[in-house]
């Protein structure tokens, strides 16, 4: 054989060189089936990782969705809170002033 894989001797023996040359390609077919078939499965079950990857992926982004908006709600809550916690302050206080002013008077 040369280096390419191809019988290079002469006429001679051609017939028996057929012979095996075609032995050996089938036995490289088959090789190939079996490795496409390997690939085939390889690929399916990747497809099937893929889709379940993706499905995952959604359901997490919808909750992340769900968080940012309880998160912004939450947020707006303490900010409502605490603008009534400084306006409850700011009367409390005015009320001891005025109470003073009052025990002051008397």
């Known amino acids: 054989m040369d280096d390419h894989g191809m ?3 002469g006429p001679q023996g051609t017939a028996m ?4 040359d075609g032995s050996r390609l089938l036995d490289l077919l088959g090789q190939l089936e079996v490795r496409w078939g ?8 990747l497809r099937d990782e893929n889709a379940f990857l993706q ?7 919808e ?3 769900l968080l940012e908006s309880r998160y912004q709600e939450a947020n707006q809550r303490a900010e409502g809170l605490l603008r009534e916690r400084e306006e ?6 005015a009320l001891l002033e005025r109470i003073r002013q009052f025990e002051n008077i008397q």
Do not use: V
């Open 7 to 9: 019988n290079s001797s």
């Open 63 to 65: 909750k992340s969705g």
């Open 17 to 20: 060189h057929a012979s095996g």
């Open 88 to 93: 409850t302050e700011q009367r409390m206080g």
């Open 55 to 61: 499905e995952q992926l959604s359901d997490r982004e």
């Open 38 to 45: 390997r690939m085939m499965e390889l690929i399916g079950r």
